[in-house]
T-cell receptor
């Protein structure tokens, strides 16, 4: 069964460092998303991406965040200068295009710990 | 704006007993509704979804959910819980008008007693 793959599963970084979280969406899916879940809190939408551009972003997704689809298969989330409060589980999701009523498939997540 | 409320933060149920998790949503138009399950340290697995049609939907692992428009609810049920059902359950709402992003509820953690 096709699945969304995220790497790494766990990343520890020092405050102020840049991190790149990687995702390989399901082949032929064209809508991509990043969500995050701070420990003990709800899953929050960060950004959606379609046709090589951001289609929507939340207020969480400020200038330190960026997304990219560098090679047609990977979908990355970059955090430019990490803060302690960026520590969270980050989920990538993808959705097929065509019909609007299709579900999002989630990856297993990357747990980011900022120290 | 979309919103989802899961009133129960924790539920403890005995193995073999029935389970019902509550979910209420707020959205101006017809939403798409989902239940996801998250085991400790794991990702989000889709249990079931509602887009349209029959308001009682069947999912994986013996779960079902019923969409009640009049109550803005989408409660999840399972007639007989297994120890492996211990996890956190998230209700989510999405809509085409909102770019199909999902808005999640706060989650309900289910503990299963032997």
């Amino acid at each position: 069964e096709p699945e969304v793959t995220q790497t790494p599963s766990h990343q520890v970084t020092q405050m102020g460092q840049e991190v790149i979280l990687r995702c390989v969406p399901i082949s032929n899916h064209l809508y991509f998303y990043w969500y995050r879940q701070i420990l003990g809190q709800k899953v929050e939408f960060l950004v959606s991406f379609y046709n090589n551009e951001i289609s929507e972003k939340s207020e969480i997704f400020d200038d330190q965040f960026s997304v990219e689809r560098p090679d047609g298969s990977n979908f990355t989330l970059k955090i430019r200068s990490t803060k302690l409060e960026d520590s969270a589980m980050y989920f990538c999701a993808s959705r097929a295009t065509g019909t609007a009523n299709t579900e999002a498939f989630f990856g297993q997540g990357t747990r980011l710990t900022v120290v | 704006a979309q919103s989802v409320t899961q009133p129960d933060i924790h539920i403890t149920v005995s193995e073999g007993a029935s389970l019902e998790l509550r979910c209420n949503y707020s959205y101006g138009a017809t939403p798409y509704l989902f239940w996801y399950v998250q085991s400790p340290g794991q990702g989000l697995q889709l249990l079931l979804k509602y887009f349209s049609g029959d308001t009682l939907v069947q999912g994986i692992k013996g779960f079902e959910a019923e969409f009640k428009r009049s109550q803005s609810s989408f409660n999840l049920r399972k007639p007989s819980v297994h120890w492996s059902d211990a996890a956190e359950y998230f209700c989510a709402v999405g809509a085409e008008a909102a770019g199909n992003k999902l808005t999640f509820g706060g989650g309900t953690r289910v503990l299963v007693k032997p």
